[in-house]
């Protein structure tokens, strides 16, 4: 069992987790599930129809507090829809890391720049036992930080980048362009993705796009519209704006 129950009670809803133990086990179901599923994502099945991954907040529900997980009598058939984790010494590596990194945000709350969700972050972290109510945001933390850390580091990549960064292409014209992307995000707003790539001498080139599939690192050989030729508000340096793109196969 890993987490610590503070002053149980009657009622499961109404434990407390401390907040360590808490975040240990996040860690390690979101190992288990290469990711994070929301509480109401869809469930993926195989070809079978055997469910291959379940919501993370539904898997450290059923690991918490109940008997049959601690002593892992539990049959097969429902070992599939409920799995007891096992939490490797992996999994609580990293947990202090991840304390000092979110009571960082107490900066952007100083410079009132933090959001509703940020602030929640950062009143829980500074507690030593979560109450049951705010296990859905400690399930999503392994993953919030590992998206900080790779955003972080795409940030110090860009603004490399961009002091030796020219405009590519003739604007308003159409151009062929062989790229390496940077960083790929969804704009849930656009129902699109943002796409932040390289040329072979490593300009900077900014596009949206439908085509899904795409990952960091991935290298493509592509033709667009050139947009605008403009100087980024993040990286400081010349950015080349693409629309209408097509990827060659």
């Known amino acids: 069992m890993v987490a610590t129950i503070k002053s149980p009670t009657n009622k499961f809803f109404e434990n407390e987790y401390h907040l360590k133990d808490l975040l240990t086990l996040s860690v390690a179901v979101t190992r288990i599930n290469n990711g994070y599923v929301k509480k109401d994502a869809m469930i993926d099945e195989d070809e079978d129809g055997v469910d291959t991954k379940l919501p993370n907040l539904f898997i450290i529900n059923n690991n918490l507090g109940i008997e049959k997980f601690k002593t892992k ?12 984790v096992d939490v490797l010494p992996e999994d609580s590596e990293n947990v202090d890391h991840m304390i000092r990194y979110f009571k960082g945000l107490s900066m952007k709350a100083i410079k009132r720049s933090i959001s509703d969700f940020e602030q929640s972050i950062l009143s829980l972290i500074n507690k030593e036992f979560v109450p049951y109510k705010d296990i859905g945001i400690i399930a999503s933390l392994p993953n919030v930080y590992s998206n900080g850390l790779k955003q972080k580091a795409f940030n110090k990549l860009e603004k490399s980048l961009a002091k030796e960064s020219e405009h590519v292409g ?3 014209e159409r151009g062929e362009f062989n790229v390496e992307l940077l960083h790929v995000k969804y704009i849930w707003r656009s129902g699109s993705y943002l796409v932040v790539a390289k040329d072979i001498n490593d300009n900077l080139i900014k596009f949206f796009c439908n085509q899904s599939g795409l990952e960091v690192g991935d290298v493509k050989s592509i033709t667009g519209y050139v947009k605008d030729h403009t100087i980024g508000k993040q990286s400081g340096g010349p950015e080349t ?4 793109i097509k990827f060659s196969e």
């Open 73 to 84: 009598r539990i049959d097969k058939t429902l070992a599939k829809y409920y799995p007891v």
């Open 241 to 244: 704006y693409l629309n209408r």
């Open 170 to 172: 003739t604007l308003h």
